[in-house]
């Protein structure tokens, strides 16, 4: 269990760090706020707690993906890394240690997302666990993406390539409104990528469809989860065995 | 002195009496060679210091032998375990304090000492008895609650090699301590490595040689992963060069007069205000009258004993390590 120990120091790095709590949890809050208060005044379906608060949520968990990047850029660039790399612990050891952590903040997230879209009116009922079901899968495709990126690129560039993913789930995920409504390349690239399709699912199962409704989003979120996750888990052994 | 001499230094007869022991050890990194062939004998208890300039191959050498990186050729042995066909049993026994601080920023130093005992799977209880030592030992004290991301350099690399000896490690690699810290701090680190001597077997890099000649019971001096020269400060001083050094500050020294005085000493530079005239047999008369037969005023006049720094020259053909830098 020495993975604890490396775990439980991740959690801090992450939670002692202002900026990331700002950005990974205040801000997506206040945007799921915002939106939802022009909803009031434009009534726009796109801006209704039901699919605002699922779309808000995965547009946090793009920093899922920048902070468990930058930890791993860092302590590579650090050396902590390789100060861990010549203690004896075991590759599960070091992948456990890195993505554990980022659960608990994107449950974190999960929660006050929905804690908000809770006030603002949607329905507190089993269908919220299911949706948390689909939103915490993509939790965990994002998290597979900072490790890829973690283990390539220095901190510098993970600020750059992080703000991509984030950009890029704004833009191609339907965060803000229906992507079918876009159309065009919004439309093709958005469903080519899990994050629209998980949006949809959750949007769709909030509304009541089920999970039996959402069956093709959830295998293209699955089989996202699954390539990005076991990815992250290459880059990483690659990187630690290739420390110097 | 050639390399491949280090078992022939005096020394224990005993193979378990050697806590590092190379044979051979070579890393090669497409076609250059890092660390060529090297044969190194430690002892236990030794601090050891492998002294050379930066791309010398001594950071190389310990990734080695903290089995981070693999040979190419050769292997060693870290108390007897193999570090090619035992690197559990190798990572068990030895600790490193990486050349750069390699620290938790946004945890206290008690946190960053907790979470390497966590990591070498020391129980709490020894931990934080450990922790609170060593806290003792590095002068960290009155800073063990802060996060250590607000501490100085000199107080980071304390935290450092507390971190490293957390594991209460037989073998402990220190890469480069004193890396870019100002004198001072450099020697508040020095005295805290100095408490370890003779307590762990320690392998101590670095390309300051002052800091080798101040802490080492032995330095090997590796240039382009070749060890060139291996014995106590003084015996390198002694055997390899056994030269005297006069340095002469004066007045109107002329390129003639230093060319001149090449002619007998080859060994004669220009020095900061005067020159510096280095040979085994150096006569002072002959130098002084022939100085002010030319009319130079001599101000200040001393005869140096051979340093580190000459050894080095002499082997690596490098002035000193700033310039190598």
């Not at chain 1, 930890?71 to 790399?85: G, V």
């Not at chain 2, 375990?81 to 750069?100: G, L, T």
């Not at chain 2, 001597?197 to 032995?218: C, N, P, S, V």
Request: some cysteine; aromatic content about 8%; proline content about 3%.
């Amino acid at each position: 269990m020495r993975f604890l120990s490396l775990a439980g120091r991740n959690i801090k790095e992450v939670y002692r760090d202002p900026v990331s709590m700002i950005l990974g949890v205040a801000m997506p809050a206040a945007l799921l706020l915002l939106f939802s208060s022009i909803g009031k005044d434009a009534p726009l379906d796109a801006f209704t707690a039901d699919n605002l608060t699922p779309g808000v949520t995965v547009f946090s968990f793009g920093f899922l993906t920048m902070f468990s990047a930058m930890l791993l850029a860092k302590d590579r660039q650090s050396a902590f890394l390789t100060r861990l790399l010549i203690a004896p612990l075991k590759s599960t050891d070091f992948i456990l240690a890195y993505m554990l952590p980022f659960l608990p903040v994107a449950i974190l997230q999960t929660a006050v997302c929905f804690a908000i879209g809770a006030i603002l009116g949607i329905t507190l009922d089993l269908s919220i666990a299911l949706a948390l079901v689909v939103l915490f899968t993509v939790a965990v495709a994002c998290i597979g993406i900072g490790m890829i990126l973690g283990s390539f690129f220095t901190e510098n560039q993970v600020a750059g390539a992080g703000s991509l993913v984030i950009i890029s789930i704004s833009l191609f995920g339907g965060v803000w409104m229906d992507l079918k409504t876009v159309g065009g390349i919004f439309e093709s690239v958005g469903y080519a990528l899990p994050f629209a399709h998980a949006i949809d699912a959750a949007r769709a199962i909030l509304k009541g469809s089920g999970l039996g409704g959402v069956t093709t989003e959830f295998y293209w979120i699955i089989g996202y989860t699954l390539v990005f996750f076991l990815l992250g888990v290459f880059s990483f052994r690659w990187r630690t065995k290739h420390a110097s | 002195m050639k390399q491949n001499i280090g078992r022939n230094n005096k020394g224990p007869e005993n193979e378990n009496d050697y806590a590092v022991q190379t044979f051979g050890l070579t890393k090669k990194y497409g076609e250059r060679i890092a660390v060529n062939a090297v044969n190194l004998s430690i002892k236990k208890g030794e601090l050891f210091s492998l002294l050379g300039p930066n791309g010398a191959g001594k950071t190389t050498a310990i990734k080695m032998l903290s089995c981070l990186i693999k040979p190419t050729a050769g292997t060693a042995a870290i108390m007897g375990h193999d570090i090619k066909r035992n690197p559990a049993a190798v990572k068990q026994i030895i600790n490193v304090s990486p050349q750069e601080t390699a620290i938790a920023g946004h945890l206290s130093t008690w946190e960053n000492l907790l979470l390497m005992g966590g990591v070498y799977g020391l129980s709490k209880e020894e931990t934080k008895k450990r922790a609170q030592e060593l806290i003792e030992l590095v002068g960290l004290t009155g800073r063990a609650r802060e996060q250590v991301r607000k501490f100085s350099g000199g107080m980071q690399r304390r935290l450092s090699i507390a971190m490293a000896l957390i594991s209460d490690p037989q073998v402990l690699f220190l890469d480069e301590p004193t890396l870019g810290l100002d004198p001072q701090a450099r020697k508040a680190l020095w005295k805290q490595i100095e408490k370890l001597k003779g307590q762990k077997t320690i392998l101590l890099t670095t390309h300051y040689l002052e800091e080798a000649d101040a802490l080492a019971d032995r330095v090997a001096i590796i240039n382009e992963g070749k060890i060139v020269a291996l014995g106590t400060p003084s015996e390198l001083k002694k055997d390899i060069y056994g030269m005297q050094t006069m340095v002469i500050k004066a007045q109107n020294f002329t390129a003639e007069i230093i060319e001149d005085l090449k002619k007998a000493y080859p060994q004669t530079k220009k020095a900061e205000n005067g020159i510096e005239i280095r040979a085994k047999e150096l006569v002072f008369d002959d130098i002084v009258d022939y100085l002010r037969g030319q009319g130079v005023k001599i101000q200040w006049l001393s005869m140096k004993e051979p340093s580190l720094d000459d050894v080095f020259l002499s082997l690596t053909g490098k002035e000193t390590a700033d310039e190598v830098s």
